[in-house]
C-alpha cells in the first residue's frame, strides 16, 4: 500500500515538473498495483471456490447426518426413542450412525464455541489492522498537489533515505480507503463468516481443529505474496515508505488517557466478536437446529461406553515384558514369541 502510494506520488511529480518518467517508473508501479490486484483476485477467487465446493459440501453432508438420525430415533410425534438408540449402540450391532452423530461438534457447544472464538480472534487481528490503517489514513492532513505528500530524508547512509508521506490528496485518500481498506474488510468479514460456517459444518473434532488451520492461509496470501514475489529492493523500498502522524508533545496524563482508551477499544472489540459469535451460533447459522440437547446426552453417554477408556493403560516400559493382556492374539497366523514379550513375524 505505501509503495504503491509513493510510486503513484513520484511518478505524478515527475509529469508536474517536466521530468522524464522512466520505464521503471511506470514499471516498479504497474507491478506494485498488479501485486495488489493478484491478492485481492485470489482472496476473493479462494474464497468464493472454499463456499462452493467446500462448505456447502460438508453442510449437505453433516444435515444428512442429522436427518438419518432424526427419522431414526424420533417418532411421529417427535420424542426421542432411547430404546431405539440403545438397541443400536448394542456391541454386534453393524452400524456406524452413532459414530456418525456423535462426530458432529456442534452438540459439544463448549469446544464449538471455543474454536469458533479462536477463529473470531485470528480474524480480529485483521480487523484491527484496518482499523489503525483506517484511523492512520484519516489523521494525515489533506495537501493539495502530489508534492506536498512526501518528504524524504537520508538516514544511517541507505541509499535513497526514508520516505515519509506527510499528507494526502482527496483523490489518494479515497483510493486507498475504496480500493485497499474497503476490500480487505469485506475479505475479513466474508473469511469470518464462512469460516464459522464450515466449521459448524464439521463432523468430526479432529477435523474441527485442522479446518481452522486451513483457513488460516487465505489470510497470509498477501504475506506470501510479499515475500515470494516483490522482489528484494521492492521490500526494501516498503521498509523505507511509512505513515507519519505528526503528533503533539504530550503529558503523561495524555500519554495514560491514550493507555485506557486502548485498554477500551480492545474490551469493545472482545465484546462485540464474542456477542455476535453467539448470535451467529445461536440464531444466524443454517446448518443444525441449535437446540442439540437430546444429541449431547445420547453422545455423551456412548463416548463414554465406546471411548470412554482406552483399550490399554500400561506403560511403554511394561509393555517390553508383554502385551498380550493389552492385545491378545488370535487367528491362525503365526507368531514367534519370547519369554519377555512377543514379536510378530512371518515363519517360513
Known amino acids: 500500500l505505501v509503495a504503491a502510494t509513493r510510486n503513484i506520488t513520484l511518478v505524478s511529480l515527475k509529469r508536474q515538473s517536466g521530468r522524464a518518467v522512466t520505464w521503471t517508473d511506470v514499471e516498479m508501479t504497474a507491478f506494485m498495483l498488479l ?9 476473493f477467487g479462494i474464497l468464493a471456490y472454499l463456499d462452493e465446493y467446500v462448505v456447502k459440501t460438508n453442510v449437505h453432508t453433516v444435515q444428512m447426518i442429522y436427518r438419518e438420525f432424526s427419522a431414526k430415533f424420533f ?54 489492522s484496518i482499523d489503525r490503517l483506517v484511523r492512520q489514513i484519516w489523521k494525515l ?46 475479505i475479513v468479514v466474508w473469511l469470518l463468516l464462512i469460516g464459522w460456517r464450515w466449521l459448524s459444518a464439521t463432523h468430526s473434532f479432529e477435523d474441527m481443529v ?13 504475506e506470501l505474496l510479499y515475500i515470494s514475489v516483490l522482489p528484494a529492493a521492492a521490500r526494501n523500498l ?18 495514560e488517557t491514550d493507555n485506557q482508551v486502548g485498554i477500551v477499544r480492545t474490551f469493545m472489540w472482545l ?31 456412548y463416548r463414554e461406553q465406546n471411548y470412554g477408556q482406552p483399550v490399554c493403560t500400561r506403560r511403554a516400559y511394561l509393555q517390553w515384558f508383554g502385551t498380550q493382556d493389552c492385545y491378545p492374539f488370535s487367528g491362525n497366523g503365526s507368531h514367534g514369541f519370547s519369554p519377555g514379550g512377543h514379536r510378530h513375524g512371518f515363519l517360513g
Open 75 to 128: 417418532d411421529a410425534t417427535g420424542e426421542w426413542n432411547e430404546t431405539i438408540w440403545n438397541e443400536t449402540m448394542r456391541p454386534g450391532k453393524n452400524n456406524d450412525l452413532p459414530d456418525r452423530v456423535c462426530g458432529i461438534t456442534m452438540w459439544n457447544k463448549h469446544f464449538y464455541y471455543a474454536i469458533l472464538f479462536l477463529w473470531a480472534l485470528t480474524n480480529l487481528h485483521e480487523f484491527r
Open 238 to 255: 516498503v521498509q523505507r515508505t511509512k505513515f507519519f502522524n505528526v503528533e503533539e508533545p504530550k503529558t503523561f496524563n495524555m500519554v
Open 210 to 222: 485442522l479446518n481452522s488451520l486451513a483457513l488460516e492461509f487465505i489470510i497470509n496470501i498477501d
Open 35 to 43: 501485486v495488489m490486484c493478484l491478492n485481492g483476485f485470489l482472496q
Open 271 to 301: 465484546t462485540f466478536v464474542s456477542v455476535w459469535m453467539v448470535i451467529y451460533g445461536e440464531l444466524v447459522q443454517d446448518v443444525l437446529p441449535p437446540d442439540l440437547s437430546l444429541v449431547l446426552r445420547a453422545c455423551t453417554n
Open 141 to 186: 492532513p489533506t495537501c493539495n498537489f502530489g508534492k506536498e505528500m512526501l518528504l524524504f530524508t537520508e538516514r544511517f547512509g541507505t541509499f535513497g533515505g526514508e520516505c515519509h508521506i506527510m499528507a494526502l490528496t482527496r483523490i489518494m485518500r479515497t483510493f486507498l480507503l475504496l480500493c485497499i481498506c474497503l476490500p480487505r474488510a469485506i
